[in-house]
T-cell receptor
Framework: ETGVTQTPRHLVMGMTNKKSLKCEQHLGHNAMYWYKQSAKKPLELMFV???????ENNSVPSRFSPECPNSSHLFLHLHTLQPEDSALYLC????????????????FGQGTRLTVV | AQSVTQLGSHVSVSEGALVLLRCNYS??????LFWYVQYPNQGLQLLLK??????LVKGINGFEAEFKKSETSFHLTKPSAHMSDAAEYFCAVSQNTGFQKLVFGTGTRLLVSP
């Protein structure tokens, strides 16, 4: 049990579908993140939320839409995706900026394996 | 801008042999450095981290890493490989500038043979 739970674990969707990925953390953290892991590429940071506010969007296409209703939950809404969006999507959480002096690490979920057909 | 370079996308060792996974970083400010491990179909798990203080850091599962500022390196080692160590390993760097934003390397897959 990592403390960060992602659902579903696997998702196959067509390019015209709309789906959502869910992430929930039980660690009392205030910052949550979405990462994309593609084959042979470094993990790419997509979005950062701190205290429910989006603080970073790394030039992610608008077909990916994040939502953070509270500090424990994070969603990634998907629509009209492309085959190149197929990847492992990882959610992570960490303490907020006030703990930065401790070099706090991020805790990751197991990821959602997304396949776009 | 920060960056991480992991030399070797694959490293093969025999069970009982020394494990050495290389990581070099680039950072304009004192970095925080991390090693994460990813087992098949799993998320990332923290192995160890360097923030400040002692440059030799010990982590879980017998791994350790040494921060060498002069070489801008943070190589991961384990004296004796075990079959269960087979996984992908990621080096990451972050700045102490606020939120925890990790910049990852491309990963090194460790293969352990009997």
């Amino acid at each position: 049990e990592t403390g960060v739970t992602q659902t579903p674990r696997h998702l196959v969707m067509g390019m015209t579908n709309k789906k959502s990925l869910k992430c929930e953390q039980h660690l009392g953290h205030n910052a949550m993140y979405w990462y994309k892991q593609s084959a042979k590429k470094p993990l790419e940071l997509m979005f950062v939320y701190n205290f429910k506010e989006q603080t970073e969007n790394n030039s992610v296409p608008s077909r990916f839409s994040p939502e953070c209703p509270n500090s424990s939950h994070l969603f990634l809404h998907l629509h009209t995706l492309q085959p190149e969006d197929s990847a492992l999507y990882l959610c992570a959480s960490s303490q907020d900026w006030q703990a930065r002096s401790q070099g706090t690490e991020a805790f990751f979920g197991q990821g959602t394996r997304l396949t776009v057909v | 801008a920060q960056s991480v370079t992991q030399l070797g996308s694959h490293v093969s060792v025999s069970e009982g042999a020394l494990v050495l996974l290389r990581c070099n970083y680039s950072s304009s400010v004192p970095p925080y450095l991390f090693w994460y491990v990813q087992y098949p179909n799993q998320g990332l798990q923290l192995l160890l981290k360097y923030t400040t203080g002692a440059t030799l850091v010990k982590g879980i599962n017998g791994f350790e890493a040494e921060f060498k500022k002069s070489e801008t390196s943070f190589h991961l080692t384990k004296p004796s490989a075990h079959m269960s160590d087979a996984a992908e390993y990621f080096c990451a760097v972050s700045q102490n500038t606020g939120f925890q934003k990790l910049v990852f390397g491309t990963g090194t897959r460790l293969l352990v043979s009997p």
